[in-house]
C-alpha cells in the first residue's frame, strides 16, 4: 500500500523554526515529484514547496528565503525546513506526489487533484 507519513509540526512563537518530514512507502519515490501543500482554516489548499526527482526546486513566493525543501531518495523521506515562521504560517500541512509532473502553470497554483499520493497532515502552529 501507498503510504505518506508526515512529522515534525508542532506550536512555536513567531521567528521560530520547525523541520517537517515526510516518509513516503509502496511507490517508486525516487521519480515522483514531490510537493509540500498547506490549508489553513476555512481556506484553499495551497502549494507551497516541490522538488522533482532531478533536484529542480519550486517555492511559493510567500515562503521564497524562509523554508527550504529537500529529499533524501535512499530514505525515501521528504522534508521541508522552515525558517522565520509567522503567523501566516499556520496551517495544517500535506505531503503529496505526483508523476508524471509536467506542469502547465506555475508551481504555486497547482491543482492539488492532480496529485496521485497524499499524506494525513501534520499541523504547524505559529503564535
Known amino acids: 500500500d501507498v503510504q505518506l507519513v508526515e512529522s515534525g509540526g508542532g506550536s512555536v512563537p513567531a521567528g521560530g523554526s520547525l523541520k517537517l518530514s515526510c516518509e513516503g512507502s509502496?511507490?517508486?519515490?525516487?521519480?515522483?515529484?514531490m510537493a509540500w501543500f498547506r490549508q489553513a482554516p476555512g481556506k484553499e489548499r495551497e502549494a507551497v514547496a516541490g522538488v522533482d526527482f532531478d533536484g529542480t526546486r519550486a517555492y511559493t513566493d510567500s515562503v521564497k528565503g524562509r523554508f527550504t525543501i529537500s529529499r533524501d531518495v535512499a530514505d525515501k523521506t521528504l522534508y521541508l525546513q522552515m525558517d522565520r515562521l509567522n503567523a501566516e504560517d499556520t496551517a495544517m500541512y500535506y505531503c503529496?506526489?505526483?508523476?508524471?509532473?509536467?506542469?502547465?502553470?506555475?508551481?504555486?497554483?497547482?491543482?492539488?487533484?492532480?496529485?496521485?499520493?497524499w499524506g494525513q497532515g501534520t499541523q504547524v502552529t505559529v503564535s
Open positions: 509502496g511507490f517508486a519515490f525516487s521519480v515522483y515529484f
Open positions: 503529496a506526489a505526483v508523476h508524471p509532473y509536467f506542469p502547465v502553470v506555475p508551481f504555486a497554483t497547482s491543482d492539488p487533484a492532480e496529485y496521485n499520493y
